[in-house]
């Protein structure tokens, strides 16, 4: 009997945390809320891409369109509290991408609190200008917002280069605790992480999460096509952005990230040949903190379910545009890179 009672609970634990049916999204229960990461949204479709027999047609984007109707219809049912997208919010940066990506996010605005990473993507080549996504989501989009806290700006008085909301944080709360979620660019330079310390310093009594455009990935710089796929991955060591200024994953978890003992969760994209990652490593403080990569193109985006009561948070990947649970990718053919849960101390 105790063997029964034994294998009955750890049934009942297992079905609280991953859902039975691949086409099931079950709604949130009571006590619980979830935060929505959107992975990089490049699939545009029509004028302005790299589809040349679309050149004619209108520039649209399914998927990023498929992600952000499924969160609008799910604000409610999901508990959803906060939106965050990893960056690379267009393919190439032209005005008829950035309209779509505008289109696209004016569904969550006034709806729900969310935040943008600047990817590589998202920049004019790898100088660090994101001047387009400033034209598209300046601060003053954000400044009447009781949830924006503000974002970074350049000593220099040139925004094009890390300022006008290219670095901002936002402030939340959900059962009864209090967050606040920083977003920087693809290879933030010094100055950023220095103002992202200040900030993460001066909300010290909040719990932190960091979404970054480059975290997780192959740990070199691939030197054949085939290691973007293969080669060893992790923190990745190697950058693309802001030239000699910029930082690797790995110096920006050195300088910054790891500094803070608040921190619990990194969020990430740009890889989209790993697609899907995460490990959990130890800040300076002992903290636990958990990194997350995805990359998923049409595959989904995530949704992540805290639970207080279980000290569990519950990572789901779903997919809009078939609607059901992201079990597989060829890339990424394990269930548990999509599908896990997360320790993190929630009770009191």
């Known amino acids: ?90 393919d190439i940066n032209n005005d008829e991408q950035w309209k779509v990506a505008q289109q696209c996010m004016d569904k969550l605005h006034g709806k729900v609190p969310y935040g943008i990473s600047v990817g590589n993507h998202d920049m004019v080549g790898k100088t660090g200008n994101s001047s387009l996504f400033q034209k598209y989501f300046p601060k003053s989009r954000f400044t009447e917002l009781d949830w924006y806290g503000g974002c970074f700006e350049p000593a220099s008085g040139k925004p094009e280069v890390s300022g006008n909301n290219a670095n901002s944080f936002q402030l939340f709360s959900a059962e009864g605790m209090d967050f606040i979620i920083v977003h920087l660019e693809c290879n933030a330079p010094d100055n950023v992480l220095a103002w992202a310390d200040q900030v993460l310093e001066q909300h010290a009594d909040r719990r932190a999460i960091i979404t970054t455009h480059m975290d997780l990935g192959p740990l070199e710089h691939p030197k054949e096509p085939r290691d973007y796929f293969d080669a060893p991955k992790g923190r990745m060591v190697w950058k693309k952005c802001h030239g000699t200024n910029g930082n690797t994953s790995q110096q920006m978890w050195d300088k910054c990230f790891s500094q803070h003992k608040d921190l619990f969760l990194i969020c990430c994209g740009d890889q989209s040949r790993t697609q899907a990652l995460h490990q959990t490593v130890k800040g300076k403080h002992g903290n636990t903190v958990h990194e997350l990569l995805s990359d998923y193109g049409a595959e989904g985006f995530r949704l992540m379910r805290f639970i207080p009561a279980q000290n569990k948070i519950e990572v789901r990947t779903w997919n809009p545009v078939k609607k059901q649970l992201c079990e597989k990718t060829k890339i990424v053919p394990a269930r548990n890179q999509h599908q896990f849960t997360l320790d993190y101390q929630m009770a009191k």
């Open 1 to 90: 009997m105790k063997l029964a009672a034994i294998l009955i609970t750890m049934l009942m634990t297992a079905a609280s945390v991953l859902p039975l049916s691949a086409e099931e999204l079950p709604p949130a229960e009571e006590g619980t809320f979830s935060i929505a990461v959107i992975p990089d949204t490049q699939h545009y479709q029509g004028q302005g891409t790299k589809r040349k027999s679309q050149a004619e047609d209108p520039t649209s984007n399914p998927v990023f369109a498929a992600i952000t109707n499924c969160i609008v219809d799910e604000l409610d049912r999901q508990k959803i509290v906060f939106v965050s997208h990893v960056g690379d919010i267009v």
